[in-house]
């Protein structure tokens, strides 16, 4: 047994004064080594943003005196009557070798100013009636042809953007220039001189003018496309990244601001490196193009780090002597006050042995408490009861002088342990009872005396015999239970606390096609789809409130296929707390499918396979909705089979059904997947399309055109019939909020109105939107 003679240290009054006053000391000290170090900070940052924002400033004016030079050139050669009749000369063929000829020698003059790489003439159909250099690969791009339409049209010349070839990564700008020449009072282009430049070779070296000073400095040339910035000029630091780099515009914000940003001024946040950066956005006047001079943070803070930490180590240096001085003035105040104090523990302790006798008398178990030797030093009537002895048999004597080996040195075991590591002590074990052997739980803890020493042991017995007599009866229970629930042709799974599969029955796994062992520990949401587990996180929800619901849910099988289940779940509740879920999973897929097809039957037409009447009015409002809250156009259009009367008198009604699933044809893949084509009756066909300009309506009309003259010419011999249809096209803009009915009637006039100028021997072209 174990020796308590040994005593601890009593305990001592804890100088709080003296910490407070210490901590006070420390914090104040760090705090002045805080604020110093961000005073020199804050200087630092500020000479670097005047530093940025002067950068950005010139090389944003650089960038603008260069376009301002192309487009001052561009206009002065647009304006020469000379370079007007030349082209002339060279569109009518008179001279031509000549005037091709000099035309290009007036663009070296150009060149030796601003060099570009090739330069062509076009017409105003596309026609290019000269190229220099001739081996040169020319490419139109969409947006060099919107630039080509927007200079015809305003006769002045036009800068583009720069383009990045996805394929070559070859950047390139184009300048366009209308030649103008004289027609009656006013000068109209007759051709447009496109020349192509090299930013690598015009832009990259103005912002690298003047050198950098800083080794993570640089300026970059930015575009603000939606939500990202694109860089179009390649990066000091990162030469050889590819183009374009984005930089999302959420990633800046203004200093102390958590607003995103995109306008000029001093920003911070990480660039394409993922380097936290504070730079200096400058707009490039009549452009889009943004520049932004930007330095890595860490290079701020690099010179003063040194010697912020040699301020910290000497305050932690002077921090560290307080609290040696502190220490050893408090242990000589302890040394005071245990001497003090050890003669009233004493007493206290002579004292200990008649109060727990006075504890364990009044409790209803059996109760002991016995010295650190193993000798029983008192015991409750209960525990003379159970054992049929006297307290004078028992007190003064060991386990081992009232039972038998065997019994006593099983607990004489548990009594050394718990004697050598103090606590608390729980354990199952026979004893010899006055009608023989119970069996008992024992609740053993290590008590001390008010003076520190260990004190021994203070037991509680709790006689169990009759109850695992119970839990044998409870065992053969739950084996009926389980043989019940593995049988069962339902699925039924239990979840825990994290959503993770603890038991699945083998009827549920079969459902998913796995085994119940590939399903526990795994969590609900690897079997469920994406698009299922918000109905899993609300079920979830519901049942961490105590609440049981039904639901159906999409299961993914083991083969990839997706099945749906009726769900019963309920809350598994372990004390007072929800523990996870039992669910009872019912395979309604089959079921799900006969609803699909009855309510595709009744949406869908039958011939064309497009959305009837029906599936195309409540597919339409769902989309007006969405584009009302989108702030989107929309456009409808409203076709009309021209002739089918005609196909049905010569060819019957079969040949006539076949024109409508030819037609229906076309219009699917004219349209994009995401537009609702439909077939409202009879020849009648209508289509819906977010996000339509005009210029769109009018490609879009024109396409599903070519579709039917391409029709008409390699498979019109074949069906017997020509393809050819009315359109009426609507648009509804975002402010001017209109149904579906009265779009269709709008696209309805409009139709008829085409209708009727074929009838009468006009082109038939589709009328404009109407709005």
Known sequence: MIDSGKRRAVSRRFPWQLIVVFILLAAGLFTLSQVFYGIQVKHARAYKEDALAARADLNALQIANWRDGLL?????????????????????????????????DGLSGFQKNSPFEWATLALVRGKIVLKTPESSEVRSTPDSIRLGHEVWRTKKAGLGTISIDEATGRRSIDLLIPVLAAKGQSLEPIALLRLNFDPSKSLDPLLKTPPFQSPTSEALLLER?????LALAAPRLQESAALPLRIPVRDFRRPASRDF????????????????????????????????????????TTAMTSRYRIMLG?????????????????????????????????????????????VIDIMPNPAFFKDTQGFYRGTNSAFEKLLGLSKKDIFGKTIGDIAPDEIAKRHQEQDQALLEKPGHQVYEA??????????????KTAYTRPDGTLGGIFGILKDITLRLRSEKELEQLRTFSDSTVQTM??????????AKFTFVNPAAALMLGYTPAEMIDREVLSFVPKDQHAIVRRADEKRSQGISDRYELVFLHKDGSRRTFLVSAGPRVQGTQV????????????????????????????LTTLYNRR?????????????????????????????????????????????????????????????????????????????ATDMNVNILTARLQEKLDLFNSRSSAEAGFSLSASVGVCTREPENPATVEEMLSRADLLMYEQKRSKKSGGPGKPPGPSK
């Open 615 to 691: 599936g195309f009015m409540t597919l339409a409002e769902q989309q007006l909705k969405t584009a009302n809250r989108l702030k989107k156009r929309v456009a409808l259009l409203y076709l009309d089979m021209d002739d089918l009367k005609k196909i049905n008198d010569t060819g019957g009604h079969r040949m006539g059904d076949r024109a409508l699933v030819e037609i229906a044809f076309i219009l699917k893949n004219s349209f994009r997947e995401s537009d609702i084509v439909g077939r409202l009756g009879g020849d009648e066909f209508s289509v819906l399309a977010m996000e």
């Open 314 to 358: 000497i305050t932690g240096a002077f921090v560290l002597l307080c609290g040696i001085l502190l220490c050893l003035f408090w242990l000589k105040t302890l040394a005071a006050q245990d001497a003090a104090e050890r003669a009233k523990w004493d007493q206290a302790n002579r004292h200990m042995d008649e109060f727990i006798q006075l």
């Open 225 to 229: 496309v939606g939500d990202d910035f």
């Open 489 to 498: 042709t339902e699925g039924l799974v239990l979840t825990d606390t994290e």
């Open 72 to 104: 001052t050139l561009a206009d002065a050669y647009s304006g020469d009557p000379a370079h007007a009749a030349l082209a002339q000369d060279l569109i009518e063929g008179r001279n031509a070798g000549q005037a091709n000829q000099e035309i290009i």
């Open 261 to 300: 940003l995109g306008e000029e001024g001093i920003v911070e946040g990480k660039d394409y490196r993922g380097a936290t950066v504070l730079g200096f956005i400058k707009a490039v006047p009549k452009s889009p193009w943004l520049v932004m001079a930007k330095i890595d943070l860490r290079e701020l």
């Open 430 to 443: 026979p004893l010899q009872a006055w009608d023989g052997e119970h069996h008992v739980i024992f609740i």
């Open 579 to 606: 523990g996870g879920t039992m669910a009872v999973l019912t395979d309604i897929s089959e079921r799900k499918r006969l609803e699909e097809e009855i309510s595709a039957l009744s949406l869908l037409d039958e």
